[in-house]
Nanobody, 129 residues
Framework: QVQLVASGGGLVPTGGSLTLSCAVSAGTLSSYEFGWFRQAPGKEREFVAAISWSGGRTYYVDSVKGRFTISKDNAKNTMYLQMNNQKPEDTAIYYC??????????????????????WGQGTQVTVSS
């Protein structure tokens, strides 16, 4: 059973930076594909970014391209989301998620919530205007 623990959220001013971490227990990172999702108050959970099991492919929602970077460190069993030049509309609870490797190869697949079997507990990110 894979467990994901998200951390690193907090309060940041507009234009600021924050890095989220997702610690993964059980197995190795190369056995899974990973994603970050977020949910703002009163809105549905939405896709933010994903990284393939090899780390060779990354995917981003248009609103964060050029500002956010997803990465993973196999040695530390941790996945990251570096967020730069943050905007008030980035305010949300951020969730990390995982699925077994090999099921996705397209943006459409990686961005689908139902593809992910394992979810972290979420970490709050608030961007002040």
């Amino acid at each position: 059973q894979v467990q994901l623990v998200a951390s690193g959220g907090g309060l940041v001013p507009t234009g600021g930076s924050l890095t989220l971490s997702c610690a993964v227990s059980a197995g190795t990172l190369s056995s899974y594909e990973f994603g970050w999702f977020r949910q703002a108050p009163g809105k549905e959970r939405e896709f933010v970014a994903a990284i393939s099991w090899s780390g060779g492919r990354t995917y981003y929602v248009d609103s964060v391209k050029g500002r956010f970077t997803i990465s993973k460190d196999n040695a530390k069993n941790t996945m990251y989301l570096q967020m730069n030049n943050q905007k008030p509309e980035d305010t949300a609870i951020y969730y990390c998620a995982a699925m077994a490797a090999g099921y996705c190869s397209t943006y459409s697949c990686y961005s689908r919530l139902s593809q992910y079997n394992y979810w972290g507990q979420g970490t709050q990110v608030t961007v002040s205007s």
